[in-house]
């Protein structure tokens, strides 16, 4: 087994994908964890995984218990979230804090992010977390069993668009971001403009790069 020495969750988006990308190309060897969401979103990062020729982890949560759709509509108004479903970020922090325990001696644990903005700096699209503070939480309790380990986003200071122009094309074809049903079934964005996700992608896109969106 390789010696690690960073965590990476990788979502397939395009912030977690550069983070992968940016941490091969710095030489690091890092532990990539997915978090299975859909099946779509799986088969993008195993395609680009191989591409990268690296491993990358899958770990699958399944529940007997729905989600009240009207109470996590609620909260999304509350944190002005983009769209009815909560964000998954505590899900990420909470898979990497869990591998971690399992790899202490590691102790970077990047995430991508993107708060710059989606074209330009300052444009007001980046990520805005509701609480970032969850990271510092996760890293108490790591710290709680001996684990000194750090959240961080090395290219949160870059837009979303840099970001997607630091990936390989080949990658950059593979990128998988919508959420809705119809694009998961078929295993490609929905590019509409009144999808929050795909529209987010193609804003951040050039031009130009458009037509590599899958």
């Known amino acids: 087994m390789p ?14 994908t550069a983070i992968v990308n940016w941490a091969l190309e710095n030489k690091k060897t890092p532990l990539v964890i997915h978090n299975k969401l859909n099946a779509a979103e799986w088969e993008s990062v195993q395609t680009m995984s191989n591409i990268f020729n690296i491993k990358v982890f899958k770990i699958e949560e399944t529940f007997d218990l729905t989600p009240d759709p009207l109470n996590r509509e609620f909260y999304s108004k509350k944190f002005n979230y983009n769209s009815k479903w909560s964000p998954v970020i505590h899900r990420w922090a909470y898979w990497t804090t ?6 202490p001696t590691i102790k970077h644990l990047y995430y991508g992010a993107c708060y710059a903005g989606a074209v330009k700096y300052g444009d007001g699209s980046g990520d805005k977390m509701p609480d970032i503070s969850i990271f510092q939480s996760f890293e108490n ?44 079934q078929h295993k ?6 009144e999808c929050n996700k795909c529209h987010e992608l193609m804003r951040a896109v050039p031009n130009t790069e458009l037509h590599l969106i899958k």
Not at 3 to 16: A, F, K, M, N, R
Not at 98 to 103: E, R
Not at 167 to 180: A, G, N, R, S, Y
């Open 98 to 103: 869990i591998s971690n325990l399992l790899y």
């Open 3 to 16: 010696e690690y020495d960073c965590i990476i969750p990788w979502s397939g988006g395009v912030e977690s």
């Open 141 to 184: 309790y790591l710290n709680v069993y001996g684990v000194e380990s750090k959240f961080i986003a090395p290219l949160g200071h870059m837009t979303k668009r840099e970001q997607w122009l630091s990936l390989p094309e080949e990658i950059k074809c593979e990128i998988f971001t919508c959420q809705k049903e119809h694009a998961i």
């Open 188 to 193: 490609k964005n929905c590019k509409s403009y």
